[in-house]
């Protein structure tokens, strides 16, 4: 049976290449029409090989449009002699908001970690840029018709330059967020000339998530909080925490001299304990170094309301007595 009429209408606005008929050829005559719809290029195929490509618009297929199957076949404008053909039918426009991502793990290997397995995912943008070459490379050689195949395919060679990439930028995953956009920018880059080869332009892509094993991210957030909490927090910490206990004893019969607070909050505490533990005995007097250390730690403490002007100055006028 004689395809009077051929064309592909795609409702979804997904599809970027359709073979029509699907499987084998259509049987076609000259007068045969051929409707490409807008964003459309149609191209003829013939015992395998390109002959005409039509943009969009209704076509009358004679000898006058088709002049290699003209030259061939021989056919006349008004003859009925019936030649064998299909089309394929390649969407023009911008595919946006594909999804990437990596199938199985990519191993990286990390100096602080040995090896770790990443994971990625993001998306991308493309469009055909040259239909010959498209046809030629990725449907014609690798034999990939349909459109979730040609995505399928796509995804695999941007997850293959991240891979390439990865080590080239960085030596563990602790620099990863230093070197993210530049492992962007190389990513697309090498993306970019590998679909040009097949006729297509990438039109953007992204990387939205490089992730780590739960056991590897653990650990760096462990290493993270603890270098959170820097020197002047813990100091900040620990004058708070003698300013409560300053507050205890004050509330004690005496105040904070009969607690015995003040040697805990002086040097001489310190030193005590020490001696006494190493069975040495009695506390010697402070050095001048040790007082002055005292004397700016109690002033902190003052600076920020933690004690009071009064217990500032009784503990100075204690300290400077030890000279």
């Known amino acids: 049976m004689a395809w009077k009429v051929i064309q592909f209408q795609d409702p979804t606005g997904e599809v970027l290449v359709a073979r029509i008929p699907p499987d084998g050829t259509a049987e076609l005559t000259s007068g045969s029409q051929l409707i490409v719809q807008e964003g459309q290029v149609g191209v003829f195929y013939h015992d395998g090989r390109p002959t005409d490509a039509f943009r969009a618009g209704r076509y009358d297929l004679t000898t006058q449009n088709l002049p290699v199957l003209g030259k061939v076949l021989k056919l006349v404008s008004l003859g009925a002699s019936p030649?064998?053909?299909?089309?394929?039918?390649?969407?023009?426009?911008?595919?946006?908001?594909?999804?990437?991502?990596?199938?199985?793990p990519i191993l990286f290997r990390d100096t602080e970690f040995r090896m770790v397995n990443l994971r990625?995912?993001?998306?991308?943008?493309?469009?055909?840029?040259?239909?010959?070459?498209?046809?030629?490379?990725?449907?014609?050689?690798?034999?990939?018709?349909?459109?979730?195949?040609?995505?399928?395919?796509?995804?695999?060679?941007i997850v293959s330059r991240l891979a390439q990439t990865l080590p080239d930028v960085m030596t563990?995953?602790?620099?990863?967020?230093?070197?993210?956009?530049?492992?962007?920018?190389?990513?697309?880059?090498?993306?970019?000339?590998?679909?040009?080869?097949?006729?297509?332009?990438?039109?953007?892509?992204?990387?939205?998530?490089?992730?780590?094993?739960?056991?590897?991210?653990?650990?760096?957030?462990?290493?993270a909080g603890s270098r959170a909490i820097g020197l002047d927090e813990l100091d900040r910490y620990e004058r708070t925490a003698r300013s409560d206990a300053l507050r205890d004893s004050a509330k004690q019969p005496g105040g904070i001299a009969a607690s015995g607070l003040t040697a805990g909050l002086g040097i001489g505490a310190g030193m005590q304990?020490?001696?006494?533990?190493?069975?040495?005995?009695?506390?010697?007097?402070?050095?001048?170094?040790?007082?002055?250390?005292?004397?700016?730690?109690?002033?902190?403490?003052?600076?920020?309301?933690?004690?009071?002007?009064?217990?500032?100055?009784?503990?100075?006028k204690r300290l400077l007595g030890q000279i």
Not at 125 to 139: E, G, I, N
Not at 174 to 182: A, N
Not at 279 to 305: F, S
Request: proline share 4%; glycine share 8%; no cysteine.
């Open 83 to 104: 030649f064998r053909s299909y089309v394929y039918f390649v969407a023009l426009k911008t595919f946006a908001d594909l999804g990437w991502g990596t199938a199985s």
């Open 120 to 157: 990625a995912h993001g998306a991308f943008a493309v469009r055909v840029r040259d239909t010959s070459s498209f046809l030629h490379t990725v449907v014609g050689t690798q034999g990939i018709e349909t459109t979730a195949a040609i995505e399928d395919y796509l995804r695999k060679i």
């Open 172 to 223: 563990t995953v602790l620099d990863l967020p230093r070197h993210y956009q530049d492992i962007a920018v190389r990513v697309k880059q090498a993306v970019r000339e590998d679909f040009g080869q097949y006729g297509l332009e990438l039109v953007d892509l992204l990387i939205e998530a490089i992730t780590l094993p739960p056991e590897v991210q653990e650990a760096i957030n462990r290493a």
């Open 273 to 316: 304990m020490a001696r006494d533990a190493a069975g040495q005995g009695p506390a010697a007097a402070p050095t001048m170094d040790q007082i002055r250390a005292k004397l700016k730690e109690m002033k902190g403490l003052a600076d920020d309301g933690l004690i009071t002007p009064e217990d500032f100055e009784a503990q100075k």
